[in-house]
């Protein structure tokens, strides 16, 4: 059983990796970047996730790569 130390801590790391995703998705769909620059910021998005939760490249991949890559080929110049 978790401890609440550890519960706190995960709730943390999910609060702060909903915001990066967040954070990513709204800037590929408002700002108008080229599509190096935005899958830049994809880049730097998944090294961040990858902090927070170092050894889930699959579940990034399958979960939120796809959702990126979407929004890089409907948003970017």
Do not use: N, W
């Not at 579940?59 to 990126?68: D, G, N, P, Q, S």
């Amino acid at each position: 059983m978790p401890t609440p130390a550890e519960v706190a801590d995960e709730a943390r790391r999910m609060s702060r990796l909903r915001a990066i995703v967040d954070v990513t998705s709204t800037l590929i769909m408002q700002s108008g970047f080229r599509r190096s620059e935005a899958e830049a910021l994809v880049d730097f998005a998944r090294q961040k996730v990858l902090e927070l939760f170092p050894g889930r490249e699959e579940t990034f991949e399958v979960v939120y790569a796809r959702r990126f890559r979407r929004l890089v080929d409907e948003f970017t110049r």
